[in-house]
């Protein structure tokens, strides 16, 4: 395997050993690949910047260790019950005068119930009908709930694989891998696109966090948009004081990411306030190009919104474009606008961290 390659082809067999040898490439030789990668897919100066409204959060009835809304553990988080339609349309609009084009929205539930399916469906009605895209995050759907979802006009939909089917049950066991890798295609044939990721730090080996983006990469397409959190240890869960995950094997897990799935946006998601700005340099120079912004999340902090502009500006990296016909200038200040308007905000939060 050499550093230097032509042309970056989209592949769905990748193996194990493949993915190993990625790993443990010099680190130099590994990042100068993964950014050979991203350059030939990608604006190396650009990153997509998303946000997201809890619309029900807590009380979750699934046991994933490292989440703080998981009802099986005391982390002191306040719950709430699902938000109402006008609430939900009064953040939509603020969002959308700010400058947004895709509006995020996630649940704390196993899977959508019954009753709350008509509910939901309309809400992706008339969040659509402002003229946004729309994502959610609700945990396991049949095939007909996503075709519903899909035909109330759901863009994207996020649920997460979290980590390798080996080390799977280490951290769930109130749903097996196959049930989540169903979903998606679930999720999938009903024409919508996906977002679906991992969990770093949380114990795993190096097979683990290869077997992972294996897995993601061997998905007959794959997922538009691939969340790499760093694991944020919640006070109360039962990864509470699991080991330090070494940075740099953060790293090279998005750069392996960025290398195997050249067409994803990989998500530089949670765990980002516990590094420093180097750090996420680095992530974004191993072809991270996408990041939760706001200076709040649900259950976890984020870095300031103010410092993430600052980052952006020293690193020369642009919001990705929404809107063809916007200057630079207006898109830095609709960025700006977006933050203020988070900063006054309580309710956005990392979905991501959804397993849902
Ligand atoms: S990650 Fe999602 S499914 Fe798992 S406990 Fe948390 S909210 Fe529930």
């Given at each position: 395997m050499t550093a230097t390659q032509a042309h970056s082809p989209v592949r769905h067999d990748w193996t194990l050993q493949e993915a190993r040898d990625l790993f443990a490439l010099p680190f130099n030789d590994l990042l100068f690949r993964a950014?050979?990668?991203?350059?030939?897919?990608?604006?190396?100066?650009?990153?997509?910047?998303?946000?997201?409204?809890?619309?029900?959060?807590?009380?979750?009835?699934?046991?994933?260790?490292?989440c703080p809304q998981s009802g099986h553990y005391n982390t002191g988080l306040e719950k709430e019950k699902l938000l109402e339609m006008e609430r939900v349309m009064a953040e939509a609009k603020a969002a959308k005068d700010k400058g947004a084009s895709r509006f995020c929205m996630g649940a704390a539930w196993r899977?959508?119930?019954?009753?709350?399916?008509?509910?939901?469906?309309?809400?992706?009605?008339?969040?659509?009908s402002l003229g946004l895209e729309t994502c959610?995050?609700?945990?396991?759907?049949?095939?007909?709930?996503?075709?519903?979802?899909?035909?109330?006009?759901?863009?994207?939909?996020?649920?997460?694989?979290?980590?390798?089917?080996?080390?799977?049950?280490?951290?769930?066991?109130?749903?097996?891998?196959?049930?989540?890798?169903d979903t998606l295609e679930n999720v999938r044939n009903a024409g919508?696109?996906?977002?679906?990721?991992?969990?770093?730090?949380?114990?795993?080996?190096?097979?683990?966090?290869?077997?992972?983006?294996?897995?993601?990469?061997?998905?007959?397409?794959?997922?538009?948009?691939?969340?790499?959190?760093?694991?944020?240890?919640?006070?109360?869960?039962?990864?509470?004081?699991?080991?330090?995950?070494?940075?740099?094997?953060?790293?090279?897990?998005?750069?392996?990411?960025?290398?195997?799935?050249?067409?994803?946006?990989?998500?530089l998601s949670a765990g980002r306030e516990t590094m420093n700005e180097q750090m996420q340099a680095l992530c974004f120079l191993a072809g991270a190009n996408s990041i939760f912004y706001g200076e709040k999340l649900l259950t976890t902090a984020n870095p300031e919104a103010d410092k993430d502009r600052a980052l952006f500006r020293k690193l020369g990296i642009r919001p990705e474009q929404r809107e063809q016909c916007r200057t630079e200038e207006q898109e830095v200040e609709a960025i700006a606008d977006a933050v203020e308007y988070q900063q006054t905000r309580h309710l956005f939060y990392d979905a991501s961290r959804e397993s849902a």
């Open positions: 950014q050979t990668v991203h350059r030939q897919h990608f604006d190396p100066n650009e990153v997509q910047v998303s946000t997201l409204l809890s619309i029900k959060t807590g009380a979750c009835p699934e046991d994933c260790k490292y899977s959508p119930a019954e009753k709350d399916m008509p509910y939901v469906l309309d809400m992706v009605r008339q969040v659509k959610m995050t609700l945990g396991m759907l049949r095939e007909d709930q996503a075709q519903a979802l899909a035909d109330a006009g759901l863009d994207y939909y996020n649920h997460n694989l979290d980590t390798s089917e080996k080390y799977y049950n280490h951290i769930i066991t109130t749903r097996t891998y196959q049930d989540r890798l919508m696109k996906v977002c679906c990721g991992g969990i770093m730090g949380m114990g795993e080996d190096l097979d683990d966090r290869a077997g992972l983006l294996v897995q993601l990469a061997s998905l007959p397409q794959h997922p538009e948009s691939v969340p790499v959190n760093m694991l944020v240890k919640v006070a109360g869960t039962p990864m509470e004081d699991v080991a330090d995950l070494d940075p740099f094997e953060f790293v090279r897990t998005i750069a392996v990411a960025r290398i195997m799935m050249p067409e994803s946006h990989v998500r």
